[in-house]
């Protein structure tokens, strides 16, 4: 009698079972020998991130968090799940790099940078030196998310506060500016004196222009070269139907990687890059009909992927965990879209580009993938998670911040 | 007995002006559904649940169940630099003052009556009255 109640109750826990469950945060999809592990969640709403040489991690947060906007996140015991955390920095904003013994954050007006201790703490919280100051701020593209090269300079985006430099923003039948006003002040990749306190325009360099919005950007230590991300414009369709159905403007333009050198132009918000033709085509704001080309001045990207999958973290892959192909390659984290509605939604994974000799030597693959916890996402915010910054530690784990729920993914790598 | 046929007609009148009424919701919100798809859905989503920070939701905000005549007005002439329910949203939105008096009307009454919204219809003649009153300032 005992017996077929024990069966039955198990069958019923099973049957239970089957029914209640649900993905746990760390099943993220990867490739065969990487395992993901939440070092940490509910940090808030998580941006860029840099880990320390001692293996902790400081993470720039979009918003305050008890009313402060750098999450220090250590795991003293090194078992890849942060055990302690305090916070400081009363301020939001995206950046957050680590380039010799300092910190640097941004606000989304402001560089500051924090003298790091031997042990790779802040030392004075409360005291940060401000770097530059008086970036503009219009809301739109705000972040400025930055990186550092060798040589003791900092490369700031300034977005574009614009989709495609209108008259009126976003408004059906309004021409383009000529030349397009944005572009003196934002638009763009300034390059500022890591070192030197409170730049602002004058004191600084536009490095590269025609670059609507950049948020993923990081400096290739083999190329000994900037590479940014561009998220591409919006709305094709919605403001040009006579020219473009909402199919094409789900995939146009794509969004681009750039390898970049000083002075260079990326042709926003003039030309955009059509994938599929492999062409720089005159926006449609400045006489373009998805035909015509343009921008003989302008660069070709590195990497072209399908539209509007919002690339927010970029990291060239420097360790020796995971194995040999990922070397000096790039990682992208992308936010995941919203523009391509009607049609069903893109991104929301970091994806790969093998590199050797400082070129692209393959496909982009996804690497990393189920932050958002269901596929066929139709908005954004059914997304559980959003990939946003990326970094890489010590032993060589990529770190993967989401910016939905405040969860810091660390992913190894453990062979076969 | 001629009180009971008086009553008897009048409840009848007024089941028709109901079902009237009824009808002129329905088409309403058909024809608003057809002007959210096309100019709405791609920054509001199709469940109209917005785009995090860059977008507002439509489902049960102050703004979306509150005052027609701001509602209109955010139409007519746009949106920019606004927060909404404690929360900011920093894709600016265009003015959509190229829809007719009726389509403001019918969007206007569609969003109101869907994604679990429950607010009054706007009529055309409200759109009409704000949209003059915008052009003399």
């Known amino acids: ?144 998310s930055i990186t550092l090269d060798n040589k003791g300079n900092i490369y700031v985006n300034i977005g574009a506060y614009a989709n495609a430099c209108q008259e009126k923003d976003r408004t059906k039948g309004s021409p383009g500016r000529m030349p397009c006003p944005i ?86 918000p003039y030309v955009y890059y059509d994938q599929f033709q492999k062409k720089k085509i005159l926006a449609p704001e400045y006489g373009g009909d998805g035909k015509k080309t343009g921008g003989d001045n302008v660069i070709d990207p590195t990497v072209a992927f399908p539209g509007h999958m919002a690339p927010n973290g970029l990291l060239f892959y420097t360790g020796h965990l995971f194995p040999e192909r990922y070397r000096n390659g790039a990682f992208i984290a992308f936010h995941g879209s919203w523009n391509r509605a009607p049609e069903p939604q893109k991104g929301y994974f970091v994806a790969f580009v093998p590199f050797r000799d400082g070129k692209p030597s393959g496909e982009w693959e996804i690497f990393a993938d189920n932050f958002a916890g269901t596929q066929n996402i139709q908005s954004p915010g059914q997304a559980q998670h959003r990939p946003c910054g990326l970094a890489e530690g010590p032993d060589g784990a990529l770190y993967v911040s989401d910016d939905v729920k405040g969860t810091i993914y660390k992913i190894t790598y453990r062979g076969k | 007995m001629l009180k009971l046929v008086a009553i008897a007609v009048m409840c009848s009148i007024s089941v028709i002006t109901m079902g009237q009424k009824r009808t002129d919701l329905q088409s309403s919100i058909a024809r608003g559904k057809a002007v959210f798809e096309n100019t709405c859905l791609a920054c509001h989503q199709a469940d109209a649940s917005g785009v995090p920070n860059l977008a507002p939701p439509l489902i049960k905000t102050s703004f979306v ?40 009307a019918d969007v206007l009454t569609y969003v109101r009556n869907n994604f679990g919204n429950k607010a009054g219809v706007v009529k055309a003649e409200e759109v009409a009255i704000v949209r003059k009153s915008k052009k003399k300032e």
Not at chain 1, 17 to 37: D, I, M, V, W
Not at chain 1, 73 to 93: C, I, M, P, V
Not at chain 1, 191 to 220: P, S
Not at chain 2, 82 to 96: C, H, L, S, T
Request: proline share 4%; net charge negative.
């Open chain 2, 65 to 104: 169940l509150g005052d027609k005549t701001k509602l209109i007005n955010i139409i007519l002439n746009g949106l920019k630099d606004v927060e909404i329910d404690g929360e900011r949203y920093d894709n600016p939105m265009p003015a959509f003052d190229y829809l007719t008096d009726t389509e403001v």
């Open chain 1, 183 to 268: 572009l003196d002040s934002a638009g763009g990749i300034w390059q500022f004196n890591a070192a030197k306190l409170n730049q602002t325009y004058g004191d600084g360099k536009r490095y590269a222009t025609g670059l609507r919005n950049v948020v993923g950007l990081d400096w290739n230590k083999q190329n000994d070269q900037l590479f940014v991300m561009q998220h591409g414009r919006d709305q094709l369709f919605q403001l040009y139907p006579e020219l473009f159905d909402a199919k094409q403007s789900a995939e146009l333009p794509a969004e681009t990687m750039y390898a970049i050198k000083p002075g260079d132009n990326c042709g926003w």
């Open chain 1, 1 to 144: 009698m005992k017996k077929p109640s024990t069966i039955l109750f198990g069958i019923t826990a099973a049957a239970f079972s089957a029914f209640t469950y649900q993905p746990k945060e760390e099943e993220l999809k990867l490739p065969s020998g990487f395992s993901a592990q939440v070092f940490a969640s509910e940090v808030g709403e998580a941006r860029h991130l840099t880990v320390t040489p001692q293996g902790n991690v400081y993470v720039k947060l979009a918003k305050l968090n008890n009313g402060s906007g750098i999450v220090y996140l250590q795991d003293a015991d090194k078992n890849g799940k942060s055990e302690k955390r305090s916070s400081f920095g009363a301020y939001t904003g995206t950046g957050m790099a680590i380039s010799g013994n300092y910190l640097y954050a941004s606000s989304d007006e402001e560089i500051y940078r924090y003298v790091l201790d031997a042990n790779g703490v802040v030392a004075d919280p409360a005291r940060p030196e401000r770097i530059v100051t008086g970036l503009i701020n219009r809301r739109q593209h705000a972040s400025k």
